[in-house]
Structure formats: C-alpha cells, structure tokens
C-alpha cells in the first residue's frame, strides 16, 4: 500500500470515528444514562423516548478493562466488546423493564462500542 494510501484509510477512520462521537454527544449529550444489567453484564442507556431511539454501551469499567487489556497486550488480545447481538438484547431487555411493548426497528453502530437502536412501541 502506498503512503498516499495509508494517510487516506487512516483520515477516513479518524474522521468516521470523530463523526460518531459528535453524534452522539449531539443526540445524547444532554441525556442521563440508566444503569441497566442485562445477560450478566452492565450496561448504560441513554433512552430518548419520544424520538424512539436509545443508545447502549457497557458500563465505564467495562469498557476500561477492555481498552486495558487491549493496550497492555499491546492488541494482541484483540476487541473484547461483546457482538451486537447482546447489544441488541440488551435493549430489548431494557424496553421490556420499562414496561413498554416495543420491538426494535433498526439498529446503527454510532462508535466503538456503543450502539443504537431505533424503536417503535404499541399502546
């Protein structure tokens, strides 16, 4: 791969990643998370109801034992974020608690490792 190449993959990535976080701050700046376990595992929500969408990532010290790991096996251990399946049920999990009947609808990787997932609910 050329240099010219390697800068360009390395924007792109930086600027996608930079993307993803503006977006969520934009969204769910302004929007208290809900502590939530699901599967074993914490999880953070910032649900915003009246737009139908919500956001989910792990707890902060999951996500620092991670990073963690990752860093001082210098990657070698690899991404230990969990698939977006549990992502996913997660959240399903968290709209059956509230007592909503909703189903998810979409869902949108918005940065490693939070994602979101777009929700319609029936009366």
Do not use: N
Request: hydrophobic content about 40%; overall charge negative; aromatic content about 10%.
């Amino acid at each position: 791969m050329r240099l010219d190449q390697v800068l360009l993959a390395m924007g792109l990535l930086l600027w996608t990643g930079c993307s993803g976080f503006d977006y969520a701050m934009e969204t769910y700046g302004d929007t208290p998370p809900v502590a939530f376990t699901s599967q074993g595992k914490a999880w953070r929500i910032f649900d915003k109801p009246g737009d139908r969408i919500m956001m989910i990532t792990p707890s902060l010290g999951d996500v620092a034992g991670a990073g963690m790991a990752e860093g001082l096996t210098l990657g070698t251990i690899g991404d230990q974020t969990a698939p977006v399946t549990h992502f996913r049920q997660a959240a399903s999990d968290y709209l059956a608690s509230t007592g909503r009947r909703c189903s998810i609808t979409s869902t949108r990787e918005v940065v490693d490792p939070q994602w979101e997932f777009t929700y319609e609910c029936t009366a």
